[in-house]
């Protein structure tokens, strides 16, 4: 989103869904996928993340690689992999856009996903 980007879309969507989305921001609006969204409506959501991994997904929300992340946080890039591996296993979210997209969605940056 810092990018410019207008939409995410998962690349296994069905073609309606691509449609659907390009229209949508064609018109000059946002486009989500709301399976990037699955389960970030838990109530458990990211309150139960550890000190270290609400750093990590915050870091991942500003599009650092793990090796950037590693270096920021004076830790190794396997720790960081672990530390997603446990980020995306409390909060139910899929992949690092997914982390992202949450974060962005819980700061109030974009509207609640449809359907949830």
């Excluded at 946080?73 to 446990?86: A, D, E, Q, R, S």
Aim: charged share 25%; with cysteine.
């Amino acid at each position: 989103m810092q990018a410019g980007a207008q939409g995410f879309i998962r690349k296994t969507a069905p073609l309606r869904s691509l449609l659907d989305c390009l229209r949508t921001v064609a018109g000059r609006n946002a486009c989500m996928d709301d399976l990037m969204f699955q389960d970030a409506e838990k109530p458990n959501g990211r309150s139960n993340l550890t000190t270290r991994e609400q750093q990590v997904a915050e870091l991942v929300e500003q599009v650092l690689k793990n090796k950037e992340i590693a270096r920021a946080l004076g830790i190794c890039p396997g720790t960081v992999k672990i530390h997603l591996k446990h980020i995306f296993e409390k909060t139910g979210v899929r992949g690092r856009y997914g982390l992202a997209l949450s974060g962005l969605k819980e700061r109030g940056y974009l509207p609640a996903a449809r359907g949830n």
